[in-house]
């Protein structure tokens, strides 16, 4: 059985022969004990029935083997030494009933050989002998010398004249347990690849049910974190519903303030009197604007204005509104007419508002306005800025004439520099188109460059279009910003955002 395959097949064959080893030592306990008594049982026949003292003492070679094989698996076999001795311990045992064997076949134990019952012991007892056989075939071969040198001296010491029936028998004898060696070889392979074949089945059935385990396990695994994945897609979509509700809300509160904020710009009518064609572009980066325009007619002064509020959205709604309120109580209530007194008074009125300090880490929010004062029967028209400009462009002649009016360099909120705001006097003409714009259009980001239109193209552009009626102004700086925010080139699209809020007025006169 060796010249294995594999160290596998020869860990399973060493493990196979240990326990078979164990159990031919078991089986081999019962057979001393039912030899001993057999042994014992003709010994007393031979002192006590047959007084025959030499087939006595001959019963008493093979006992106390027997008593040495007690004694020796005793101290030594139970002790799980088994693998180191056992050829010695197998070849002794088939020695010892090989010395029962003769007891049956002997003519000096005074049995009869020609008889079929003690023809059938001598097949019996040799069958007892060949299933004991383990092993390798040197082993075999070893075991069958043994028995032949054995059973070669046991006849010449009870029978000096060796007939020839008896060695018919030797023969016989041998040639019938040579054959069941071989059988039980034969059968020990069979024996030994089944148990092969059914650790390997096992080792599969293991695997299999290891796999099988396994796949139990991520099942419950994924199913847990389906579970778990159900529990937060719906705690997500809870969420977002409570999000959209939230946004929703926020949404409705802004354009509700979008509406009061609407309420008190100036009504087109109010443009359509008074002046002979316009445009207004008012875009608001958020729902609410942080940009502005403004107007009054008080007595025969025209007042107008566009507001620039710090930053953007619902904080820069909330200085619009304070913009409105206080533009509306200086000229309306107050009665205060002058441009830059104008101006003067509402910086004052925000910075007491918001209490205002010029320290470090103080508020400085507060706006950006260009005001214009025009006498609606002599045509004059007076101007103040804070960080704001007012371009006039007369297209009547063949020459186009054009007048920036530059405002301080200062807003309305605290400031390092608090020096009165600057009056201008302007001589408006029959066909001037004037324009106020906060800085939201020119500083818009886009083009090839993601850069800003800036200021001087953006002149230019109201320059060019100057001439032109109001509404064709209004749709080329729509379709201009619309474009620049949207750039497209080679079929690649570079979309920006509008970053602030944006408001231009152009009046014609």
Known sequence: MKGFQNPFEEHIYTRYLHNRNEQILRSARLKLIFGFIILSCFALIDILLKHNIISFYSRLVPLAVITYFFILDFFYFRKGKIDSVFL??????????????????????????????????????????????????????????????????????????????????????????LLMILISYYLENQNFNAYKANIKLEIEKNKTQSLYTNLIEQKEEILSQNEEITQQRDLAEEQNKTLENQKKEITDSLTYAQRIQNSLLPKEQFFKDNFSDYFILFRPKAIVSGDFYWSTLLDNWLVFAVVDSTGHGVPAGFMSMLGFSFLNEIVNNNKIIEADVILNTLRKNVIDALDQKNVIGSSKDGMDIGICVLNTQTKELHFSGANFNLMVVNNSDDVQKTQEIKGDKMPISIYFKMNPFTAHKIDIETGDTLYLYSDGYHDQFGGPRGKKIKSRPFKELLKRTSGKNMNFQYKLLQDYLHSWMNYEEDGHKKRYEQNDDITILGLRF
């Open 88 to 177: 010695m311990y197998n070849v002794l045992l088939l020695s010892l009933l090989f010395m029962i064997y003769i007891s049956f076949i002997s003519e000096m134990f005074f049995i009869d050989t020609d008889k079929p019952l003690n023809a059938a012991g001598i097949v019996l007892v040799t069958a007892v002998v060949g299933i004991e056989i383990r092993g390798s075939l040197s082993t075999i071969m070893t075991i069958l010398v043994m028995q032949f040198l054995i059973f070669s001296l046991l006849l010449l010491l009870y029978d000096t004249h060796i007939k020839t029936d008896t060695i018919i028998l030797f023969a016989h004898v041998l040639s019938i347990n």
